[in-house]
């Protein structure tokens, strides 16, 4: 290559190397007002900061020069650890086009001030860098962030949130943001800057434009409309067109490549920064300045264009739990909510999964026939279910059992009334009924309530829910008694209990819980637990799911799942819920973290005779990394119990 290619290709990419403009207040604290509010759990904090070297992040496997910053308790460098909200989000950030980590210096203190631990990395200042090979070292930068979290020696021990990564970089640093994002599937958001995507610095196969379509993690994009070197049309949009929801592209108007108007690095900082703590710290509280009112009311101002589009992580069917009688009609609604928990307005496409009349596209389902069902609403993948019960003379059925009380020591029932209730044949009460250890009862009455013509009925039985030292399961009936003695018996709701160590256990929800969120399936736990990990098998790109007692991006814990739980001291975990018959648990190909929801223990041979599963492992108390053991064809599955299924094509496994 000769000296005035050279030149020629220096020139052409001048401004990218442009950053020390761009850095002096890119992230500066957001300023209190109206639409602009951080929250105060999310700093300033004291920053503290170090320079290391990344082993093999260089050029050719060089060591790469980088820099760490953290929230610190006092501040400076090699300053101590602020650990009193630990484990942070993290960031690992790549410079653009012939820049260093340090032109970025203010940018990454802004981070580490505002609640992230920030790593930016020198992975390749040379005049002819090879993008594709630079996104491939930014792995080095996530292994040297494992072992700092995990060394005791090092500043950043326990300071690493692995389930909270975010691939940022800004101009060519960006288009590497976004191909480290779909390499690496560690990562769990994407955070691209004034991102360019273009040739002479990336070069098919590895686009950028290309690479995004393969990205199913929250990305942001924040360009300005006034860059003439990563011209939006030609970079940003592109990204964004061809990227997945959750996405989002914000516009800064006026500004240029660097965001060198301090009026526009308070924009640019601004919704960063409500973007980090909304997708990293699951603040659901900064939506509606993030996307809602705050943003609206800047984009009518002329200070911003923006768009995005949310995904769909989970939809609530209401009423859960519904009778229908033969020849009536039950609306059903559905209630759409994001990875965060935000519910947002989104269309359904509304089904039956057994042959008991027709529903509508509004959700209104007609009775026509007798049984018991679901009826379903999907997007996007994503399915929500209700439980229906329809015929002639409707027995009464629990809808909601709950752990209440002080110390949730009691157990609540709300069960809808039997069709005939108000009528002269009607039931003239209800028999609460209890067994213990066996659904099989035998059952006695625990108490009656007069037949009045209500729609929902409650009783709460008192000592009946979380019981330290009581883990026997107890089991609950609704009986309908009419004026002939005549008696119609409801579905069972049920009470479950298990003792737990300290430390690592396995569990399930073995009980459809009235609210799903891990917050209340694991209230009896909650006060003693550091964190909780669900593994989902349909989503492919990101599977593992976190909840810590204050943030985290794992929704619920609904029913036929499994999880994992870490308790800094012994526990009993006990929840109360209704009980499926013959649960029916989706597999995906390949692994699968799944609860045993059948009353009915069953060999495991003949539990999944017929299903394409290649191996079934469970819980070992054992002091190997993964806890697990193979279970055998001949062993028992028991109710509560949690798997990890190996199916080697998609199925659903009928249990029972």
């Known amino acids: 290559m000769g000296r005035g290619m050279v030149t020629t290709r220096r020139r052409s990419l001048g401004l990218l190397a442009a950053t020390a403009v761009l850095v002096m207040l890119l992230l500066p604290t957001t300023p209190a007002g109206e639409h602009g ?15 290391t070297t990344v082993p093999q992040a260089g050029p050719g496997g060089a060591d790469a020069p980088a820099t760490v910053f953290y929230p610190s308790t006092t501040g400076g460098t090699g300053a101590p650890a602020d650990t009193s909200r630990a484990p942070w989000g993290t960031i690992a950030f790549a410079p653009g086009y ?19 631990v920030a790593l930016g990395v020198d992975y390749d200042p040379s005049i002819f860098p090879d993008t594709a090979d630079m996104a491939s070292r930014v792995g080095y930068s996530l292994d040297y962030l494992e072992r700092e979290n ?6 950043l021990n326990g300071m690493i949130d692995g389930s909270r990564l975010v691939s940022s970089g800004h101009s060519m640093g960006g288009g590497v943001s976004v191909l480290a994002a779909a390499q690496h599937a560690r990562f769990d958001a994407v955070l691209p800057l004034s991102p360019y995507i273009l040739a002479p610095l990336f070069w098919a196969p590895n686009l950028p434009g290309e690479a995004v379509k393969s990205v199913f993690l929250p990305m942001q994009i924040i360009v300005g409309s006034a ?41 640019v900082g601004k919704y960063g920064s409500l973007w980090l703590h909304y997708y990293i710290e699951g603040d659901a509280s900064v939506f509606d300045a993030l996307f809602g009112s705050g943003a609206q009311a800047d984009q009518a101002a002329g200070l911003i264009t923006y768009r995005y589009c949310l995904d769909t992580a989970t939809i609530e069917v209401s009423p859960p739990v519904a009778t229908v009688l033969l020849g009536t009609s039950q609306p059903f609604t559905a209630t759409v909510r994001d990875r965060v928990g935000t519910a947002w307005a989104a269309g359904v ?40 019960t329809t015929g002639p003379a409707m027995r009464p059925v629990i809808g909601h059992a709950s752990l209440s009380g002080g110390g949730y020591s009691d157990v609540t029932l709300e069960w809808w009334k039997a069709a005939a209730d108000g009528a002269p044949t009607g039931p003239v009460l209800y028999r609460l009924l209890q067994a213990r250890g066996d659904p099989a009862g035998p059952y006695t009455m625990i108490s009656s309530v007069p037949a009045s013509g209500l729609a929902i009925y409650s009783y ?63 209230q009896t736990v909650w006060p003693d637990l550091t964190a909780v990990r669900a593994y989902d098998a349909s989503d492919g790109a ?18 036929g799942g499994a999880f994992w739980v870490d308790l800094v001291s012994p526990g009993q975990y006990t929840v109360a819920g209704l009980v499926i018959d013959m649960p029916s648990i989706p597999l995906r190909t390949g692994w699968n973290l799944v609860a045993y929801a059948a009353l009915t223990p069953e ?44 199916a080697r094509a998609t199925a659903f496994w009928v249990q029972g």
Request: aromatic share 10%.
């Open 542 to 559: 990101d599977p593992w799911a976190s909840r810590y007692p204050s943030r985290g991006d794992l929704l619920t814990l609904p029913f």
């Open 37 to 51: 509010v951080t929250p105060a759990s999310h700093g300033p904090f004291p920053v503290g900061f170090y320079n």
């Open 460 to 522: 709460t039985c008192l000592g009946c829910g979380h019981i330290p030292g009581d883990t026997d399961p107890l089991f609950f009936r609704v009986q309908s008694v009419d004026v002939t003695n005549g008696t119609l018996d409801s579905n069972l709701a049920a009470r479950y209990g298990r003792a737990l160590p300290a430390g690592r256990s396995l569990l399930t929800a073995p009980l459809v819980q009235a609210d799903p969120s891990p917050a209340r399936v694991l």
């Open 227 to 267: 860059d003439t070197t990563a011209v939006p049309a030609l970079n940003a949009d592109v990204l964004y067109n061809n990227g997945n929801c959750p996405k989002s592209e914000f516009t800064i108007t006026g500004a240029d490549h660097t965001f060198s108007d301090p009026a526009h690095q308070v924009l």
């Open 150 to 155: 995990a060394s005791a020696a090092s500043i």
């Open 603 to 646: 060999p495991l041979a003949a539990s999944v005779a017929g299903l394409p599963v290649a191996r079934i492992e469970a819980f070992a108390a054992v002091p190997d990394p993964y806890r697990l053991r193979e279970v055998p064809p001949g062993e028992t599955l028991v109710w509560g119990e949690a798997y990890w299924v190996l």
């Open 98 to 116: 012939g820049a260093s980590r340090i032109d970025y210096w203010p940018l990454l203190w802004r981070l580490a001030e505002d609640g992230f």
């Open 349 to 388: 496409t509304w089904g039956l999964t057994a042959p008991l009349g027709s529903i509508d596209a509004s959700g209104l389902f007609a009775a026509t026939a007798t049984g018991v069902g679901n009826v379903t609403a999907e997007r996007d993948g994503v399915t929500g279910r209700a439980l229906v």
